[in-house]
């Protein structure tokens, strides 16, 4: 049984951190790229980070670079999402997403509430 699931989530002030943790379960995780999304009320889904599954390199959306770092542990088959200097434009649904492309899988996370507010 395939589980993704989030934690780390909450209500932060402007200028303040969290880590967002994924766990994953019930596939090879090391095989697949691992994205955090996140979803505003009213916008659409998009991606914020992705971290590919050889060789680590990751991709950031132009609005959280430099203030996200994704990283990924294959022996805890856990992907991470460390935000930074966050702004209430970070206010968001993030949900946590397994893909492996040649095998067509595409898993997701219920997601973890961040909101950013003073």
């Known amino acids: 049984q395939v589980q993704l699931v989030e934690s780390g989530g909450g209500l932060v002030q402007p200028g303040g951190s969290l880590r967002l943790s994924c766990a994953a379960s019930g596939f090879t995780f090391s095989i697949y790229a691992m994205s955090w999304y996140r979803q505003a009320p009213g916008k659409e889904r998009e991606l914020a980070a992705r971290?590919?599954?050889?060789?680590?390199?990751?991709k950031y959306a132009d609005s959280v670079k430099g203030r996200f770092t994704i990283s990924g542990d294959n022996a805890k088959n856990t992907v991470y999402l460390q935000m930074n200097s966050l702004k209430p434009g970070d206010t968001a649904m993030y949900y946590c997403n397994a893909q492996q492309q040649f095998l067509l899988r595409d898993y997701w996370g219920q997601g973890t509430q961040v909101t950013v507010s003073s």
């Open positions: 971290i590919s599954s050889v060789g680590g390199s990751t």
